[in-house]
């Protein structure tokens, strides 16, 4: 079974910082793609910020230069450093990863159980 448990949303004021993380865990071969969506009420979920084994991050226009996605191969683990928050940033966060499962031939996406980011002005 495959898991990613994310941790570190919470309340914080306009301005401030939050690091969200998201660990994958169970039988797992290899990762490829991880990232950050986020989603609030009555909007699709957007693409925050991804990383790919091997290549550059890519971002939203909304949050370059104020989102900084990491990842540690070693510990399965996507770091998501928000700083400079603002309202507009304010919405339930999901990590995203494909995985192929020890069990499998074939990447799969799997989700996290989603994390609420709440910026107050």
Known sequence: Q?????????????GGSLRLSCAASGSISSINFMGWYRQTPGKQRE?????TSGSSPNYVDSVKGRFT????NAKR??????????????AVYYC?????????????????????VTVSS
């Open 2 to 14: 495959v898991q990613l448990v994310e941790s570190g949303g919470g309340l914080v004021q306009a």
């Open 77 to 90: 683990t996507v770091y998501l450093q928000m700083n400079s928050l603002n309202a507009e940033d304010t």
């Open 96 to 116: 995203n990863a494909l995985i192929l499962p020890k069990s499998g031939s074939v990447y799969r996406a799997y989700w996290g159980q989603g994390t609420q």
């Open 47 to 51: 693409l925050v910020a991804g990383i």
């Open 69 to 72: 996605i990491s990842r540690d």
